[in-house]
């Protein structure tokens, strides 16, 4: 009888909703089943080198990818259909490199890494990529064709970009070696954490707003083998420090540093505030909700505290506890 009453509740809402929203609600619904097993671009932004803007993407395994559509029209080709690929044997090739008079110039490496990439952009949406080394090793391949004297008329114009890529490569490269020789590079990646800082930690304390749902303390109680107080809301001291652990120290670089310096204490030494309270509007508290949403997901998946923690280090590494990224190039290609 409950079952009937939900099927007639579900149907009775849907009526409701109007055939608009309920298009959405599909399309999103699609969405979710069909890019639920691809890995997610957790950082996005768009690199401009010589004249072309190229999207790209950290992808949550730290693969650097570039978009199919901007690498395609920054090779001056015609933007490729989503998701088309072309393949010679076992490889999947993207459709600048197909033709017989480049196979000669084309490396063992770059059949390897050269095959289509699919994966997640943030808003949920499949996106198609290529792995950002590749191109300049598909320049190379043009511009050594050219040399040879193999081009066909239709692939001068190709060869001419990857020139003028190529060269905006050399100029990126340049900068960076002379960043590193004279010691900007560590000033530049300070810079670069101060800004995010300041992007993520608001200068006044905000009003407080219920930020962390009740379904992330009833799996953490969960997945620690203790029983949910649905009468209280007293919780264990040490999940403070969980908290830290799982969100603060994964939300950006510094940012649970910065927090305990700038929130006060009482004289028990536990803070006054909300660590979320400090949190920009703007940056700062999207972000932390986008993270509570991705660790419940992870928690609803996982069947202790020690398998919850596997798959969030494998998602959602620790930034105190990862290789030190260059926070200039990285600001600079995700526009964080």
């Known amino acids: 009888m409950k079952d009937e009453a939900k099927v007639r509740g579900g149907r009775a809402r849907a009526i409701s909703l109007g055939p608009k ?62 998701g088309r690929a072309y393949y010679d044997g076992d490889v999947n090739l993207p459709a600048f490199l197909t033709a017989k008079n480049l196979k000669p110039f084309i490396t063992k490496e770059l059949y390897v890494t050269s095959s289509q990439i699919e994966f997640r952009l943030p808003s949920g949406n499949r996106a198609f990529g290529y792995l950002a080394e590749i191109l300049r090793q598909v320049c190379e391949v043009y511009l050594k064709a050219r040399e040879a004297g193999v081009l066909v008329r239709s692939q001068l114009h190709i060869a001419h970009q990857a020139e003028l890529l190529i060269r905006g490569l050399a100029d990126v490269g340049i900068q960076a070696l002379v960043d590193e020789a004279t010691g900007y590079q560590r000033d530049r990646a300070a810079n670069a954490l101060a800004e995010i800082l300041e992007r993520f930690i608001a200068k006044e304390l905000q009003p407080w707003v219920k930020t962390f749902p009740d379904t992330l303390y009833e799996e953490l109680f969960r997945l620690r083998g203790l029983k949910y107080p649905r009468d209280s809301v007293k919780k264990p001291q040490y999940f403070g420090h ?57 928690m609803k998946l996982s069947s202790d505290y020690d398998d919850f923690k596997k798959k969030l280090d494998r998602l959602h590494p620790r930034y105190d506890k990862t290789m030190q990224f260059d926070f200039g190039e990285l600001n600079e290609a995700t526009g964080i």
């Open 21 to 82: 929203r309920r298009r959405e609600i599909a399309q999103k619904a699609a969405i979710a089943r069909w890019t639920k097993d691809l890995p997610v671009a957790y950082y996005t932004g768009e690199l401009t080198i010589g004249d072309a803007a190229i999207g790209c993407a950290v992808l949550e395994d730290r693969r650097r990818v570039l978009t199919q559509s901007d690498m395609m029209k920054a090779m001056g080709r015609a933007r490729q259909a989503k």
């Open 242 to 298: 969980l908290t830290n652990d799982i969100i603060y120290h994964r939300l950006a670089p510094g940012v649970l540093k910065e927090l305990k310096t700038s929130t006060p204490k009482s004289p028990t030494g536990r803070p006054k505030h909300h660590f979320h309270r400090r949190l920009t509007p703007d940056l700062g508290n999207p972000k932390l909700r986008e993270h509570l949403a991705s660790v419940i997901t992870i």
